[in-house]
């Protein structure tokens, strides 16, 4: 299945509705007030999980969460951090891959008459989070449209370089894929991922200490008293039982399975997912939107509780954003 550039329409929904698409936008400072985190550098091979059964979804939280069930997976290997931009770098260096947000936008993804698109839409770039002045609860008003983003430049052509040791963000669907079959992994289920992200712990509702989310009130006050700001370096906080860092927070973690709201009761044995006709995101319809696990830096008890290994959204294939990324599972010991 192959997806050209399109944009959903929640996608075009935050530029037109917010006040336009800026040419740049604020990459975060380091404050004053920050918490010192011992970053440690993280070996890239992967971690191999033994196959289990656990509780999969999370009940009283999300709708689109439950229903918990009992679930199994096979065993499997998994990258231990976020793919980052150090990795990503190495897989274009020997490709010359270009990404998606690198490229012009196809006018026919709108869906409206070319005349009514306003042309900074159509140049290249990604969605980038853009912290509104004033308290705001339409997310309109926080992500903004920046041509010249990507993952060379998360806050577009005048902000800073992207770092090595950071989650390469700004990639869609094909992007990550291309990554995948070049690396010799695949894009984890929805299942395996959730598996991997839980380690046998019961589900709960707390903000992690041990993870890049958002304190205060969002998306006007970030205390950042966890040490950042927005992204974190892969390894600066714990990992879980199973030696993985990040899986919640940082940055969200594109899978493999197509998004439906809420989990089939009876798919239970390896998962993977609506059918293509199944799939439906409500957040993006008309869009064949994949899983995305585990919230971001983003994420604040006021506004979007979704640290936790079930936490689940559905994301546009065609367009990344500054606060997504993946990691790559495998199904044979990596090279
Ligand atoms: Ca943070
Ligand atoms: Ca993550």
Redesign the pocket.
């Known amino acids: 299945m192959a997806f050209d550039k399109t944009i959903g329409l929640a996608a075009v929904a935050i530029c037109l509705a917010a006040a336009g698409c800026s040419a740049e936008s604020e990459a975060p400072a380091a404050s004053q007030e920050q918490v010192a985190r011992a970053c440690s550098a993280i070996e890239d091979t992967p971690v191999q999980l033994e196959g289990g059964t656990f509780a999969m979804g999370q009940a009283e939280v999300y709708p689109e969460e439950g229903p918990v069930r009992q679930t199994t997976v096979d065993a499997f290997w998994i990258d231990p951090h976020e793919v980052t931009n150090r990795q990503f770098a190495q897989f274009v260096d020997a490709t010359d891959y270009v990404t998606l947000a690198e490229k012009p936008v196809d006018p026919a993804a709108f869906g409206v008459p070319e005349a009514q698109i306003p042309p900074e839409l159509l140049l290249p770039g990604s969605a980038v989070f853009t912290p509104p002045e004033r308290p705001s609860n339409s997310y309109s008003d926080w992500w903004k449209y920046v041509p010249g983003a990507n993952w060379k430049r998360p806050y577009g052509p005048n902000g800073p370089e992207a770092k090595g040791d950071e989650p390469v963000v700004h990639l869609g669907w094909d992007d990550m894929q291309a990554y995948a079959r070049w690396k010799g992994g695949r894009m984890p289920t929805e299942a395996e991922w959730e598996y991997a992200a839980s380690a046998g712990q019961p589900a709960t509702t707390d903000q992690p200490e041990e993870a890049?989310?958002?304190?205060g009130v969002f998306p006007a006050v970030?205390q950042?008293t966890?040490?950042?700001?927005g992204i974190?370096p892969v390894g600066c906080y714990a990992p879980n039982s199973n030696g993985l860092y990040d899986m919640v927070g940082n940055v969200w973690e594109v899978t493999a399975d197509l998004f439906r709201p809420g989990h089939d009761p009876a798919d239970t044995d390896n998962p993977r997912g609506p059918s293509e006709n199944q799939a439906y995101d409500p957040l993006n319809p008309g869009y064949p939107s994949r899983v995305m696990k585990g919230g971001s830096?983003l994420c604040a008890p006021n506004y979007c509780q979704r640290y936790r290994p079930a936490a689940r959204q559905g994301r546009d294939p065609g367009m990344g954003a500054s606060n997504v990324g993946f990691r790559l599972a495998y199904d044979t010991p990596p090279a």
Not at 212 to 215: G, P
Request: glycine share 8%.
């Open positions: 890049n989310s958002w304190q970030n950042e966890d040490g950042f700001k974190a830096y």
